[in-house]
């Protein structure tokens, strides 16, 4: 498995705007066993993106999807800066869900 | 829903070893949406665990599950340490799964 933990912070006040296109355009993708977004408790306007893909290489393909490429597109206005992120190699738990596949 | 992002630091040598205690002490908990456990790719020793709950009284009630209770006293010995603790509110996305009632 492959994984990436990344804080992604808005524009002021388009938190919420960009959530909902990373969830909206990245949704059930080949490979993905987990994509969740989350805001941060303590900043308004951060979010964390938390992944889990059945290899490097199935995020690496998701990345060329016309969805995710849309996706990337239309959030990219929203975005002020990326910040930590962390590359991991997932070894278990729960919420590890196969999507379907292409 | 409540989400945590926390980077664990096993004693050297052990991450495998917390990282199954982690996993199987804290499956599928009444309240729990995702519990993700992933070595980091870059530190030997470093894991990240990445949480979603329905509510935070949920998380704070897992703690004090029997099963749970048992997997902190059996992990304790091997964690080195914490940080990079975030606190965060889920906003959507994939592999967000209620586990059973209690």
Redesign the interface.
Known sequence: ?Y?Q?SKITAVAGQR?AL?KI??DG????PG???????????EADA??V?E?WESQASHQASLQLPAVQAAIAKGRPLIAGFS?R????????????A?AKA
Do not use: F, Q
Request: proline content about 2%; glycine content about 16%.
């Open positions: 498995m994984g933990i919420a959530a990373l969830i990245t949704g059930r993708l993905c066993l987990s994509y969740v977004v989350a805001a941060d408790s303590g979010l964390w938390t889990v930590n962390t590359e991991t190699v997932p070894i278990g738990g729960h919420g590890l869900i999507a």
